[in-house]
């Protein structure tokens, strides 16, 4: 079992960076394949970035190629998702998740466990 713990939503002007945090508990987090998913207004919950266990693959939706970047620290038990260069559709609310394979695919059915999400804004 893992609980996860989103931080660094907020607002920010277009062009502009934000860095999210996911903290998670838990002794076996290093052997957790992890992403971010969002979810705008009236929108489904999409997949935005994955990472394997070792942070060795990445994937990322075209969305945001060239401008977010996923990471994992397994030492501390936190994975970062990096927002550089937003754009008003990157408004959404931000969820992290777990899931026992280890690989990080894509498929938001595939991941056990979840945050509560952090809401981030960005105004043109």
């Known amino acids: 079992q893992v609980q996860l713990v989103e931080s660094g939503g907020g607002l920010v002007q277009a062009g502009g960076s934000l860095r999210l945090s996911c903290a998670a508990s838990g002794r076996t987090f290093r052997s957790y394949g992890m992403g971010w998913f969002r979810q705008a207004p009236g929108k489904k919950r999409e997949f935005v970035a994955t990472?394997?266990?070792?942070?060795?693959?990445?994937y990322y939706t075209n969305a945001v190629k060239g401008r977010f970047t996923i990471s994992r620290d397994n030492a501390e038990n936190m994975v970062y998702l990096q927002m550089n260069s937003q754009k008003p559709e990157d408004t959404a609310v931000y969820y992290c998740a777990a899931e026992n394979t280890g690989w990080g695919p894509i498929y938001l059915k595939r991941y056990d466990y979840w945050g509560q999400g952090t809401q981030v804004a960005v105004s043109s």
């Open positions: 990472i394997s266990y070792s942070g060795g693959t990445t």
